[in-house]
């Protein structure tokens, strides 16, 4: 009884670190965003990052937000459509999130130019994106006061200007 006891335990506590945003992501330009890719099912999106996420009540489509800590606003979120994944996105300027050549969340404008050479920028009001284009997925660099504050990839023809 004590061994089922421990191992329900064990179990209990093992699920919720199993699933969750990753603490350190990674984007691969073109492809995916922590692990998640454009078209992924919502189930796929719960197996790699759980069901601990918000979900926007003002947003035009579906919308889930998971944060590292509850009531602040770092960490991933995901856009759907049709139960699918059309946009996945940093929030926040969440920590130890880097591209596959290395830009780190926080490097500034110039790192992004040098790493991925020159981008067209979009001017949002308070910040800038700049755009990486590829086939059936934009990748975006959130530009605020010369930093990088946030990764995305999206379908394109969705806005960028959020």
Known sequence: MRFLLALASALALAVPAAAGPPNAGVLVPGRS??????GASEEHVERLWGRAYGVCSG?????????YFAFQPRGVGVELRQGRVVAAFTIYQPPGWRTTRGLLLGDSVARVTSVYGALVRRECGTYAVLVLPGRGVTTAFYVLEDQVWAFALLRPGLPLCR
């Open 59 to 67: 947003c035009a489509t579906k919308t889930w937000y998971f944060n």
């Open 33 to 38: 965003l922590g692990g998640v890719r454009l």
